[in-house]
């Protein structure tokens, strides 16, 4: 069962639920529009992972450095990055070796938000 579940902002939930399935292979779990037919709540799975996101207000900055990043763990961190960065993804790490045994990279998604992946499994 899960109990964490990161929730991030973007100022175009649609087209940033249809990127993140196609970029970082998310699946829409679940799919909440305003009445106005903007998303106002969505739940997005990889593997046993999931986050939730929706719209942007003023209320909601997104944060304004790079001092933190979601992790995802994935079982080929080289694939997932070459998808990654064909989708438009900057990659702002390219896949590295770790002392302690994963492989992982970083990209920033359209938005700007830093997502690491990598094979470490807590």
Known sequence: MRTVYPILRYPDPRSAMD???SAFGFQVHASH???DGTIAHAELVLDTGMIMLGGRSGAVPRPADDD????VAVPD???HCARARAAGAEIIREPFDTD???R?????DL???VWSFGTYRP
């Open 77 to 79: 961190v080289d694939a």
């Open 68 to 71: 933190w990043s979601v992790y």
């Open 100 to 102: 302690y045994g994963s």
């Open 33 to 35: 529009e305003a009445p």
């Open 104 to 108: 992982d990279y970083a990209a920033r």
């Open 19 to 21: 990127w993140l399935c």
């Open 111 to 113: 938005a700007g938000y």
